[in-house]
């Protein structure tokens, strides 16, 4: 492929930036390989606890190297996701508020400045930016969302469909660009699959998988919403009533999006399986609860059955690594673009502050820098992953970018001056009804302002990780939330935020609470 160069309206300023240490060689930086999925919720990942799954690829990873207990999002949908990592800074000035905008490819990336620094860089799967990438020698990358069989890869040559489960497909490019890179070159390479994002559909090999099996239901399965402001409750996003039954859950089994890519073959192994399980239990027969947690199960099967094929996949890259002998200086990163639900509070999707949205994993192994089995609870956020590999890159962090270099955390250093809080912004407004919002997240508390409606809520996750009851008006909590709402102007400073317009004084915000 065509390596695609620096954008030419990257400024002056921008351009002196990607200084390196010419005294540092190749052989001293590391390879770096960035594993990413969509939508894959820590809840379903064991080394993160997980109740109803296991993942011993991605576990691998945390056995050798280290997981961070508290990562976060900086706004939880797909794209601005993809654009803060990429960009080190929040959504307001990357300008990726929301999945319908369209990335600016001129603005400073990481991937550019290692391209700069002599790493040859490439990125197969999931993109999602409706821009082309930049800063990679080689790319291929799904139209929008992609498909989950046979999916289309646009490339700088023109749009190829490539036979296949996606997350099989994007793992085969990934450890053919292994197989083939130049060897006198670092390299970056990003693998980004499409699963387990909706709409959840297994691959072949997995079909079967928890098909005798009950899944544990989460306790807030049917939270009724109250103690929280109105925002909530109007949601269009729960599994009873939003969740389709053609498009979600294959009933009937020709439901699904994909099912004019299938080819035969692969058409008359999905009737087999779900045409049987829709005769079995007759869904059409259930209501209420009952209905509910009918719809639960397919879901979340089908979901981890999603994530299987991820965590298989892993395995077979990290083997290659193995077998290779680049695991020796390759440093891995497992990451998502954003937290989910499966099923807390009713729920599936994204987009919320609350916590199951707000979570992203981030795990890293670096043998040699990196100490097996390494824990950090320190908060972090997906702007702080640019800044870690231009400096893993030994290159100069530009000034515009709003992370911090995890590095020292990455080394066992002290990790001077560190944030004791995170901020967030959600800007999309109107899907599965989640309203715009900003928030502050401290290690125990969380301030969050749903600013078109002028509503607060506050939450003391000690004593309710859940976020069940909002503390916003307790008097007892008084003095947590006014050092809340200084730190959110504090931060709201600190990263230039200068919207929403509407009024940002909690004291005059209405006070009613469901």
């Known amino acids: 492929m065509k390596p695609h160069h620096f954008p030419k309206k990257l400024t002056a300023i921008a351009a002196a930036c990607l200084v390196v240490a010419h005294a540092v060689t190749a052989a001293d930086r590391p390879n770096i390989l960035f594993l990413f999925s969509d939508d894959h919720a820590p809840q379903s990942i064991s080394a993160y606890g997980s109740k109803i799954n296991q993942t011993p690829n991605i576990d691998r990873l945390a056995d050798e190297g280290i997981i ?63 821009s082309d990438p930049t800063g990679f020698d080689e790319w291929m990358v799904y139209p929008g969302q992609g498909h989950y069989y046979n999916p289309d890869y646009r490339t700088p040559e023109g749009t190829k469909r490539i036979t296949g489960y996606s997350v099989d497909v994007t793992a085969g490019l990934a450890l053919d660009f292994l197989k083939r890179r130049p060897t006198d070159q670092p390299f970056m390479l990003m693998c980004q699959f499409k699963a387990p994002h909706r709409q959840w559909l297994p691959g072949p090999k997995y079909h079967h998988l928890y098909a005798d099996e009950e899944i544990p239901e989460p ?17 269009e996003m729960g599994i009873d009533e939003h969740m389709v039954m053609t498009f979600d859950l294959m009933v009937p089994s020709e439901g699904t999006f994909d099912w004019k890519r299938m080819n035969a073959a692969q058409k008359e192994l999905w009737k087999s399986t779900y045409d049987a399980r829709n005769k079995a239990t007759q869904p059409e027969n259930l209501t209420g609860k009952e209905l509910v947690r009918w719809k639960y199960q397919r879901y979340i099967k089908d979901y981890l059955r999603c994530v299987a094929a991820v965590d298989e996949n892993i395995g077979h890259i990290l083997d290659y690594l193995s077998e ?45 820098t990196i100490q097996p089995g390494s824990e950090v609870t320190e908060l972090v956020q997906n702007i702080d992953y640019a800044p870690t590999l231009i400096e893993i890159a030994n290159a100069a962090v530009p000034g515009e970018i709003q992370g911090k270099s995890l590095l020292p955390f990455l080394k066992n250093e002290p990790a001077d001056d560190w944030r004791d809080s995170i901020y967030y912004h959600y800007y999309e407004h109107g ?72 009024m940002l004084n909690s004291s005059r915000a209405p006070r009613s609470v469901k």
């Open 219 to 235: 306790e807030t399965l049917f939270d009724d919403y109250q103690g929280r402001t109105s925002s909530a409750a109007k949601h």
């Open 324 to 368: 290779s002998g680049l695991d020796k200086n390759t440093i891995v990163i497992y990451s998502s673009d954003q937290g989910f639900y499966l099923g807390e509070h009713g729920w599936f999707d994204k987009r919320w502050m609350y916590e199951e949205s707000l979570r992203m994993p981030l795990i890293m192994r670096w043998p040699g």
């Open 68 to 130: 961070f207990r508290n990562s976060f999002c900086a706004n939880s949908i797909c794209a601005p996701s993809r654009a803060n990592i990429l960009t080190g800074k929040h959504s307001h000035l990357n300008g990726q508020r929301d999945n319908r905008d369209t990335f600016d490819g001129s603005q400073v990336t990481f991937p550019q400045i290692l391209q700069a620094a002599g790493y040859h860089t490439a990125i197969f799967g999931k993109w999602h930016l409706r």
């Open 431 to 502: 899907f599965h009804g989640v309203p715009r919002h900003e928030g502050v997240r401290n290690a125990r508390y969380k301030l969050i302002h749903f600013y078109h409606t002028n509503e607060w809520e506050l939450f003391d996750l000690e004593k309710d990780p859940s976020e069940m009851k909002s503390q916003f008006d307790n008097p007892e909590y008084a003095e947590v939330r006014k050092n809340l709402e200084i730190e959110l102007q504090r931060l709201r400073q600190n990263y230039d935020v200068t919207e929403p317009v509407s």
